[in-house]
């Protein structure tokens, strides 16, 4: 089934969800309203120029979200996700069929639900709100079902969550500049806690080298990058405004790591490439020039192409600025306009091509060989805060309007 050409706003009763034992059934369909009451009708102003944009392209759709959606993310190994948002909720639910079927829901948040992810295995998911409440579920009946494991509370806002890609681990940063690290081994134990940011920690991300060693890297708000030694504690190396980056303080809001490169972006614009063997600053540049509103300059998205013989790095901007540097000589090879700002950008697993996400309410597919568009996803009435790429090229997004749609961008 297609998804709605046009969302209903209005507030509707609320709906009965379906139970874990119920998941083959499917989602109830509510898009089979009345015609709303022409009674009002002469309130109108019928010399007013209105323009609706109906279409949609999407494959299917979820809208059981009451508010904005903010975060998804994928099972690593199941045709489900997780969508979390402001009505303090997170659903599980399928992707693979028209529509998809309701899993369950992960209740116990009392604020937005803005950051997640799976374990590796699956068999965990971590859920975390923006009052610091965090909550870890187990899978059981084959993730039919899921059931509460724990839940902590160590700061007064989260604003990120990684989970390790391969071991039982997971880090968060917060608004106090604290980092954490957990283990998710027969229960919650805590790996270690830092407080070497002055200012809140904006992203972070975990180094895997394969082995059993736990590193972490994290940028915050004061202009620091941190690596991290994660069973020790200890900071491994602490890269500051006034030594390493020449006296500019940058307010780091974005991070992306690759092999032994990381990226960090910041909300004055600049960019800095740090190997993260060394520590050592390999680049840096201011990514726009000339913008009188220095709040369109904040690099809000990375990318990097992880194809060997094509070296690109996508960034974007909230000016709706794309651009993709050629990672050996650090120059802008291309670049493209949106007409809003940029949400989120992936690359596909070693391929040239890159996803991306906006606040203008469209995914977009391009070949950044050439920025030639493959795909547009209309539907969404407002911004695109986030998406999950699924199988089969299909695409999972959340929707600042409380929908999330699916595009099967292979077409």
């Not at 805590?190 to 890297?217: P, R, W, Y």
């Not at 990514?287 to 009188?292: A, F, G, Q, R, S």
């Not at 700002?341 to 597919?365: D, E, H, Q």
Request: one cysteine or more.
């Amino acid at each position: 089934m297609s998804a709605p050409q046009e969302y209903i706003n209005e507030e509707e009763p609320e709906e009965e969800f379906l139970r874990a034992e119920e998941v083959g059934e499917e989602v109830p369909d509510d898009t089979n309203l009345p015609p709303p009451d022409d009674e009002d009708d002469e309130d109108i102003d019928m010399e007013q120029d209105i323009t609706i944009d109906l279409s949609n392209n999407s494959w299917t759709y979820f809208d059981q979200h009451k508010d904005s959606i903010f975060t998804i993310f994928r099972h690593p190994t199941l045709p489900m996700v997780v969508t979390g948002g402001g009505d303090n909720t997170a659903y599980l639910w399928t992707t693979h069929t028209q529509p998809p079927r309701f899993v369950g829901e992960l209740s116990g948040h009392k604020e937005s639900v803005v950051a997640g992810g799976f374990t590796s295995d699956g068999k965990y998911v971590v859920t975390a709100d923006m009052n610091g409440f965090i909550q870890v579920h187990k899978s059981s009946k084959g993730g039919q079902r899921w059931i509460k494991f724990g839940e902590l509370q160590e700061v007064e806002e989260v604003l990120w969550v990684r989970v390790h890609p391969r071991l039982p681990y997971f880090a968060f940063g917060a608004t106090d500049g604290s980092v954490w690290v957990y283990q998710i081994d027969g229960g919650l134990v805590q790996v270690m806690s830092g407080f070497s940011h002055t200012l809140e920690c904006n992203a972070g991300d975990f180094i895997d080298k394969g082995t059993e060693e736990l590193f972490l890297v994290t940028v915050s708000e004061d202009g620091s990058v941190i690596s991290w030694n994660c069973f020790t504690a200890q900071v491994v190396y602490k890269l500051s405004p006034h030594d390493e980056f020449k006296g500019v303080e940058s307010p780091w809001v974005s991070l992306s790591v690759f092999e032994n490169k990381m990226a960090v972006g910041a909300r004055d614009g600049n960019l800095a490439i740090i190997n993260y063997d060394t520590g050592r600053l390999v680049h840096s540049v201011k990514t726009l020039e000339n913008i009188d509103d220095v709040a369109e300059l904040s690099v809000e998205a990375l990318s990097w192409c992880q194809t060997p013989s094509i070296n690109l790095l996508a960034v974007g901007l909230v000016s709706g600025d794309l651009l993709l540097f050629d990672t050996l000589q650090w120059r802008v090879r291309n670049s493209v306009k949106l007409e809003d700002t940029i949400t989120k950008l992936k690359f596909l697993a070693n391929t040239p091509v890159l996803i991306g996400s906006c606040m203008n309410g469209r995914i977009y597919k391009w070949d950044a060989r050439t920025m030639k568009e493959l795909f547009v996803g209309y539907g969404h009435n407002m911004g695109v805060l986030d998406f999950a790429v699924l199988d089969d090229g299909k695409v999972a997004t959340a929707g600042d309007e409380g929908v999330s749609l699916v595009f099967a961008t292979e077409q």
